[in-house]
């Protein structure tokens, strides 16, 4: 039951129907007996600036920000903080009292969190990286990959000028940044101790990823930003040769957890729980 002192929050994207947040967040209101309520928010890019700067005063608490509003929502928010300015990206919004609005982004946050569950031992310190994309979410995985201290990051793109643009922009992150040949791709994999696929490629409806596991050490760990589904072509290739692997959920419930807590005054959990809650409507 929520009443007339129920907090709100939601997510704003275009189209928005496919947003996996709402079912996400309300999961944890209804799990905490929390009075509040998490709505999904079709907003069209020419309304989002004034519909966001009006969520204070419908009573909203703030918003996580999708597709394709992200780097708008840099120039709708009053404070940007320093990651969200070094991704050029924001999915999280959170409304002050005054009215004014806070921007995040969490996605690198919720990446992080869901590689160490799954892997706790990895020491991404000594932990050369490859990267395959350079689009979506790619920076804020490479940004939390250098400050995690990784020492070689390699990023593979089929056009290759992609790949150079976000190599250039991580250019003072910190790191070893290189941008390896498409054609050449499989060989880069000889000295990964971890391996990210950041494409669409293997999702639902998508070919697979092109990309032969040969050269990978078999004490690499594997992920996939690709949810849908859970284990993808890639996924399934590298368990296959025995390497570890990570799916794409909970770099998904991970990246939720600041903004509920910033809305609602709970921490969230994580847990089995939740993944089986979200599997069913995959």
Request: charged share 20%; net charge negative.
């Amino acid at each position: 039951m929520i009443t007339g002192k129920a907090r709100l929050a939601g997510v704003a994207g275009w189209p928005i129907s496919h947003s996996r947040s709402p079912r996400l967040h309300n999961f944890w209101l209804n799990a905490y007996d929390i009075d509040g309520a998490y709505l999904p928010l079709a907003i069209a890019p020419e309304n989002f600036e004034a519909a966001v700067r009006a969520l204070p005063k419908l009573g909203f608490a703030g918003c996580n920000v999708t597709l394709p509003h992200k780097e708008a929502a840099l120039r709708a928010v009053d404070r940007i903080d320093r990651l969200a300015q070094r991704i050029g990206a924001v999915n999280t919004i959170v409304a002050n009292q005054d009215g004014t609005l806070n921007g995040s982004n969490t996605d690198g946050f919720g990446f992080l969190q869901t590689l160490f569950e799954s892997a706790p031992d990895l020491d991404l310190a000594v932990t050369p990286a490859v990267m395959v994309g350079a689009g979506g979410s790619a920076k804020a995985i490479a940004v939390a990959l250098l400050d995690a201290g990784v020492p070689e990051l390699v990023i593979l793109n089929r056009t290759r000028a992609r790949a150079e643009a976000l190599a250039n922009a991580l250019g003072s992150g910190g790191g070893n940044v290189t941008v390896g040949d498409w054609e050449e791709r499989a060989a880069r994999l000889g000295s990964a101790q971890f391996l990210i696929n950041c494409t669409t490629q293997g999702m639902q409806g998508q070919p697979a990823l092109d990309l032969a596991l040969d050269d990978l050490p078999l004490d690499a760990v594997v992920m996939d930003a690709v949810y849908t589904p859970l284990l993808t072509p890639l996924l399934a290739a590298a368990h296959a040769r025995g390497n570890r692997i990570v799916d794409g959920l909970g770099m998904l419930l991970h990246q939720a957890r600041p903004g509920f807590a910033a809305w609602f005054g709970r921490e969230p959990v994580v847990d089995q729980t939740l993944r089986d809650h979200i599997l069913a409507d995959l």
